[in-house]
T-cell receptor, first 113, second 109 residues
């Protein structure tokens, strides 16, 4: 693994289903983030984690949950998917919350029908 | 509230120079980032300014004026591979990046 990986690359999901998007980094970064990107809008922060064992809510957290059991992994769960959650999801990490420069994974394209 | 303004789209010619402007309003300020994003790909870091002035990195330069809430990204000797979206992202007092919608730059031969 080099950098940040995300899985799956893309997914079509029926509304009401539960889905977990996976994110793993091997840079030993303390901070990790989940964003969604929709056409015409900037990246919007869903949840973040400043360090393993802690998480926080971003701008658009409703309908999503995260966990940070260790430094490397930061999964994002949609408990019951809705069509408005159709988006491209990016995971990112940074050396620290204050460092600023974020490194992004390749993204997951999610379609909820 | 927090707000980022940058042009939606710009067109330039291969070999020319283009300046992408960004104005921002944030709750506190801890620097400003520019990222490049090619279509269908993830954003990648280009530059960071925390003090007023110009930061130069090869063909790309970025300028910041904190008092005016203004930044620009200058791209010289444009190449076709520079066709991408350019994202302006100031960092607020909580060290969160506030992302603009991006400027789509189209390079024509």
């Amino acid at each position: 693994i080099a950098g940040i990986t995300q899985a799956p690359t893309s997914q079509i999901l029926a509304a009401g289903r539960r889905m977990t998007l996976r994110c793993t980094q091997d840079m030993r970064h303390n901070a990790m983030y989940w964003y969604r990107q929709d056409l015409g809008l900037g990246l919007r922060l869903i949840h973040y984690s400043n360090t393993a064992g802690t998480t926080g809510k971003g701008e658009v957290p409703d309908g999503y949950s995260v966990s940070r059991a260790n430094t490397d992994d930061f999964p994002l769960t949609l408990a019951s998917a809705v069509p408005s959650q159709t988006s491209v999801y990016f995971c990112a990490s940074s050396d620290s919350h204050e460092a600023g420069e974020q490194f992004f994974g390749p993204g997951t394209r999610l379609t909820v029908l | 509230g927090q707000n980022i303004d940058q042009p939606t789209e710009m067109t330039a010619t291969e070999g020319a120079i283009v300046q992408i402007n960004c104005t921002y309003q944030t709750s506190g300020f801890n620097g400003l980032f520019w990222y490049q994003q090619h279509a269908g790909e993830a954003p990648t870091f280009l530059s960071y300014n925390v003090l007023d002035g110009l930061e130069e990195k090869g063909r790309f330069s970025s300028f910041l004026s904190r008092s005016k809430g203004y930044s620009y990204l200058l791209l010289k000797e444009l190449q076709m591979k520079d066709s991408a979206s350019y994202l302006c992202a100031p960092m607020d007092s909580n060290y969160q990046l506030i992302w603009g919608a991006g400027t789509k730059l189209i390079i024509k031969p």
